[in-house]
């Protein structure tokens, strides 16, 4: 298991503190858990649970059917 040494400000540390003793968890394990949000590959799982909210957004069929060919671009 690898350690990690970090150097905050006060204000950072006292933000830190509360979020840490708010979650329940130790200091380590909330660490974690933010680096593994911010550095992890996939959707958090709220932004997962929105998956087809929207009754009335279109359907990727829907939008392909309304596209139209792409401007012509300036070369560079």
Known sequence: MGQVTIYIDDKTEADMNAAVKASGVSKSKWVARVIREKAGAEWPQE????????????????????????TQRESL
């Open 47 to 70: 932004v997962k649970k929105l998956a087809g909210e929207w009754q009335d957004f279109p359907t990727v069929e829907e939008i392909r059917q309304t596209s139209v060919e792409d």
